[in-house]
Structure formats: structure tokens, C-alpha cells
């Protein structure tokens, strides 16, 4: 039989002697089977959740129904029942349900406590410290996974992760992208916050008793006393040591990006200078940054895929879009508004009007690789050496 | 299907009202709590189930049902529910505002788990009702209906053997959907105890 189907007849009860023991069986096989077991489980349960067995009497519903057929045949049309006193049922049971459920998540307790003692009960390990002063700097840490260190940061990890979790300490600010392994959960200890990642890369950014966490990809739990948040790619929680509430929030802020950024365009000019090839200048392609900071363990195919004949029409795009959103984040021009721009070594204009030097100048320097290069949307036809788009092809 | 049923589409095509209440009263709780499924929220459920009856009681004489009452009330319901939030579309930024609003200012410790508890059900609740409609059917009438594989089969004019492939189905569709998501939510749950 269909392992789905066992595995569901066992949840369903309608499983005979028999199947029981073969699903048990296979469930403890082995750990990814019993992990598959626990998801159907977990959907199983919730599922249930979301029915609550009607609380309407269907005698009752049946006279509205009633009335409501008789009144169109007579044509009434007394004003719309007022359903106040459903309402009112309605807010006690959701009330109800809540005092149901919780205890669901509050009975699982996780304390950090509970964390150090798991790492405890193994032999003790070295630790390897690393700390950063005026320089940005990248460690990978024994199971494959990158830290990027912000200045004046520290963190601390076993030189071998062993026992059931990965447990890292940071002070100050760090750019994670962890290696995913389900069996080994990833932990962050951090001011009074523990940050658990199964395999996803996210942001720490921690000063005095605030703690910062923004998720770039994939899902982080943020645990702090008895509560847990997961948060989602895009999202950022803040929180302070006397809160006592995990609130999240969308992210608006990127500039945790750019310490990143710049600590692997270094690594990346050194490593193409030893090819001889000392042009190529890693700030000057956003795009290719952005992809590479995503997964900085394939940078060297990312950059070949790039190469330098780059300017096909995802590249194009990607690039206007990049000066697109870098003018709406700096408040220079709202996103929609911009309907052509052209940037180069003289001049940003944007709708035709030219823009203040200091603006020119951080465009330029983000943007424009050499002289000559120029960056322009709009419906003009151009030549020249660059990149050209018009704007309906964005 | 059953012979019973047929007997009851007979008579409601004589268009009794006694024969009507009678159909109303057995499905009407059933349908209230899967259309409660798809909209949380009781008064637009019962909104919903009142209209699908209403719209069988309007063309009563000319109804047709191929399959089974069951499964031909549970699709009944399951598209006037999405014709409902199709409708509801443009009113909903704001809803989810005041319901954003309103958690925050209840400011209950408890707050931050039950987003979770919330986030879950919404991606399973979104999971579910992209499940192919047979397999949904049967889903929502072992959970909620809490049949029997037998009693699906029978009320759905199918063989259990059916029901069971339906079911691991769902399961294994769900679980996909879901994956990026439920490793940790477990861990975060049951392995940090």
C-alpha cells in the first residue's frame, strides 16, 4: 500500500492490526521517516482546528430560511435581520477557542536553559572565538555555514558542531546564511533572544539590550522566554530586554546589505586579480551583488554565468530597475513616477531634470562602470556603449 | 447513491416544504462548518448556506443532481463561498488593517503565538481549499463530517479503496505546500521542550 495512504488510515483510525504495525514500522525506520510522520501529524491536528462544529441551531437557521422565502414571495422588503446576538456568540467562541489552543503552543516551553543544557551533556568542545575590529570579515563555520562579521562584532561556536543543535553566541552584528540540515537546527544565542534556522541567511544586528533580526530568505523562529515568532523573508523584529512582546514587522531597511556587499566584492576583485583581471570591479553590478549575496557559496558560477557580455535584457532590466529602486528608497523619486532617466560621467537626469550634483555623484559611483558607460531609460533610440531601455519593455 | 437520497430529490422536485425543511435541517450544520472554514466567520457562513438553499429551493423543480446530494452541496457551498470573497476582495486590505489594529492593541503577552497559531491555519486553511475537489470533498468530510472511510464511500457513490488513495493524497499535497514551512515550525513546537 501506498505509504500516504497507511500513514493516513493510522491517523484516521481506520487502520487494522496489521497496518499499525507496518506504519509504526516504517516510522521508525528512520529519522526522515518519523519527521514525514510528525508533518502529516501536525496537518492532521491543525486541520481540526479550523472546523468548529457549527454553533447554530438548525431549527433556528431553518425559520430565517423560511421567513426569507416567504417574504420574496410577498415581495417584503423589511430592512436586512440584525444579527447582533450572533455576533456576540461569535466573539465568545472565538474567545473560547483561543483559551483552547493556547496552552497548545504555551506547554512547549523553550527556554534557553534548556538549549545550553542539550550542548552540555556532550564532552566539552573548543570554542573558537573570532571578533572583528575596524574590518568587515567572513568565517565559515565547520558545518559549511558563512558568517559575515560586521566592525567591533564578536561570535563564538565549538570547533565541531556536535550533539542535536548548532549553537553560535554573537555580539554586535552579523550576516548569517546557514548550511540546511533539518536534522540540526542552527541556533543564535544573542542578548536574551535565541534565533533558530533550520537553513536560510538573515540579518543580527544587536547594540546595548536591543536586538535586531531581518530575514533575507527562508523562515527564522525567534525565541525569547516562553514566546516564539517565525519570521518570514522580508520581515524584521526589534525587540528590547524589558519587552515582553515579540513583534514583527515588514522590512524597509536594506542597509544591513551593504557591509555585506562590500566585504564579498573585496573577496571577489582579490580573487579576479589573480586571474589578471583587475577591471572588473564588483560594486559597479547591484544586480550581480544581490544574487551573490543570496548565495555567496556560489559566487564564482554566478560570476562566470554574469561574464562580460552581460547586457542581454534580464540584465538591462535588472540594472534600471536597480537605479529604479535605489531612487525610492533615497526619497528621490517615488516608484512609477520616473518615466525616463539618463545617468553617466556628467549628468542624472531624471524626467528632464537634472539632478543635484551629490546625487549625480553616489549614482555614478553605484552604477557606471568606466567612462564613457551610460544608463538610460526612455523612448529614444540610442548607441553607444551601456545600457538602453525603453520603458515599455521594463 | 443512496436510495434514500433519491427518494428525497423526488420529493423535493414536488417542491414540499416539509420535504425542503427536512433537507435543510440534516446538511445545513455540516455546510455551515465548511463554509466556516473557508471565510472564519459565522454570520457570512450561515450567509452563504442560506443562499446555496435558497438558490435549490428557487430552481427545485429543475434540479439535477448527478453525483451525490453531499457532494453536490459541498461544491455548492465551496463556490458561492468563493464568489463571496471574490467579492470581498477590495474590502479586504482594510479588514486585515483593523484586525492588524486591534491585535496590537490588545497587547497580550500571548499575542506574538497566536499570530503563529493564525499564520499556520492560514496556509493550511489556503492549502486545503486548493486541493482538487474530490479529494477536498472527502478531506473536509472525514475531519469535520468525522465519517468514516465507509460512510464517505457510501454517501459519495464511490469504493473505500478510493476514499483511501483520496485521503494520502490530501495529506501529501498539504505536506508540499507547506514544507518550507513545517520542519521548523516542529522543531520550534515539540523539540525544544
Keep these: 500500500m501506498d505509504i500516504d495512504e497507511l500513514l493516513v488510515k493510522y491517523l484516521a ?3 487494522g492490526a496489521d497496518e499499525r504495525a507496518q506504519a509504526e514500522a516504517w516510522m521508525a525506520a528512520s529519522a526522515a521517516n518519523k519527521a514525514y510522520f510528525e508533518h502529516f501529524k501536525l496537518l492532521w491536528d491543525e486541520s481540526l482546528k479550523l472546523a468548529h462544529a457549527s454553533p447554530v441551531d438548525e431549527d433556528v437557521a431553518w425559520e430565517r430560511f423560511r421567513e426569507r ?7 417584503d422588503t423589511k430592512p436586512k435581520r440584525n444579527y447582533l446576538w450572533l455576533k456576540v456568540a461569535a466573539v465568545i467562541l472565538l474567545a473560547s477557542a483561543a483559551v483552547l489552543v493556547g496552552p497548545y503552543f504555551f506547554r512547549h516551553n523553550n527556554e534557553g536553559g534548556r538549549f545550553i543544557s542539550t550542548t552540555d551533556t ?12 575596524d574590518k568587515v570579515q567572513t568565517d565559515t563555520l565547520p558545518d559549511g555555514s558563512t558568517i559575515t562579521l560586521n566592525k567591533y562584532s564578536g561570535i563564538s561556536y565549538p570547533a565541531g558542531f556536535k550533539g542535536s543543535i548548532r549553537t553560535v553566541q554573537l555580539n554586535g552584528e552579523a550576516f548569517f546564511n546557514v548550511k540546511h540540515d533539518e536534522s540540526k537546527p542552527f541556533v543564535v544565542k544573542v542578548n536574551d533572544l535565541l534565533v533558530t534556522v533550520l537553513g536560510t541567511s538573515f540579518n543580527i544586528k544587536s547594540a546595548g539590550d536591543k536586538t535586531e533580526v531581518i530575514v533575507e530568505s527562508g523562515v527564522v523562529g525567534v525565541t525569547k522566554q516562553s514566546k516564539s515568532v517565525m519570521l518570514y523573508p522580508g520581515e524584521k523584529l526589534t525587540t528590547l530586554e524589558t519587552d515582553m512582546a515579540l513583534k514583527k514587522e515588514l522590512n524597509k531597511d536594506t ?37 551573490i549575496l543570496n548565495d555567496p557559496g556560489k559566487w564564482a558560477s554566478l560570476l562566470k554565468r554574469y561574464g562580460p557580455k552581460s547586457e542581454n535584457l534580464e ?35 531624471i524626467n528632464n531634470r537634472r539632478q543635484p550634483e551629490t546625487v549625480h555623484q553616489r549614482f555614478k559611483d553605484m552604477f557606471i562602470k568606466e567612462p564613457g558607460y551610460s544608463i538610460y531609460l526612455g523612448d529614444a533610440p540610442r548607441n553607444g556603449k551601456g545600457i538602453f531601455l525603453s520603458r515599455d519593455s521594463l | 447513491m443512496e436510495l434514500s437520497e433519491l427518494q428525497l430529490i423526488s420529493q423535493l422536485t414536488e417542491g414540499s416544504e416539509t420535504a425542503f425543511e427536512k433537507f435543510f435541517k440534516t446538511y445545513f450544520k455540516s455546510l455551515h462548518a465548511y463554509a466556516f472554514v473557508m471565510l472564519q466567520d459565522e454570520i457570512m457562513a450561515e450567509e452563504v448556506v442560506q443562499q446555496v ?12 443532481i448527478h453525483t451525490s446530494i453531499k457532494a453536490f452541496l459541498y461544491r455548492s457551498v465551496h463556490n458561492e463561498c ?29 499575542a506574538a503565538m497566536r499570530v503563529e497559531l493564525n499564520e499556520l491555519e492560514s496556509r493550511l486553511k489556503k492549502a486545503m481549499n486548493e486541493l482538487p475537489e474530490q479529494c477536498r470533498t472527502i478531506f473536509y468530510m472525514s475531519r469535520f463530517d ?3 472511510y465507509r460512510e464517505i464511500a457510501a454517501q459519495m457513490g464511490l469504493s473505500v479503496k478510493t476514499v483511501e488513495a483520496q485521503m494520502g493524497k490530501a495529506l501529501k499535497v498539504l505536506r508540499k505546500k507547506l514544507i518550507d514551512f513545517l520542519p521548523l515550525l516542529i522543531w520550534l513546537i515539540f523539540k525544544t521542550k
Design chain 1, 255 to 291: 542597509a544591513y546589505r551593504a557591509y555585506v556587499y562590500k566585504q564579498h566584492a573585496y573577496t571577489f576583485k582579490y580573487t579576479l586579480k589573480g586571474k589578471g583581471d583587475t577591471t572588473f570591479d564588483i560594486n559597479k553590478h547591484p544586480d550581480l551583488l544581490k544574487q
Design chain 1, 13 to 15: 483510525d481506520e487502520a
Design chain 1, 69 to 75: 422565502i416567504h417574504r420574496e414571495y410577498v415581495g
Design chain 1, 315 to 349: 540584465v538591462r532590466k535588472t540594472v534600471i530597475r536597480s537605479v529604479l529602486d535605489e531612487l525610492a528608497n533615497e526619497n528621490i523619486a517615488a516608484r512609477g513616477t520616473v518615466n525616463s532617466f539618463r545617468l553617466n560621467d556628467g549628468e542624472f537626469i
Design chain 2, 146 to 148: 468525522e465519517l468514516k
Design chain 2, 53 to 64: 438553499f435558497y438558490k435549490i429551493w428557487e430552481k427545485k423543480a429543475q434540479l439535477k
Design chain 1, 122 to 133: 556532550h564532552p566539552p568542545v573548543r570554542l573558537v572565538k573570532s571578533a572583528t575590529a
Design chain 2, 82 to 110: 468563493l464568489n463571496y470573497l471574490e467579492r470581498q476582495k477590495h474590502k479586504v486590505s482594510h479588514q486585515n488593517f483593523v484586525i492588524y489594529a486591534n491585535r496590537n492593541q490588545a497587547g497580550i503577552e500571548n
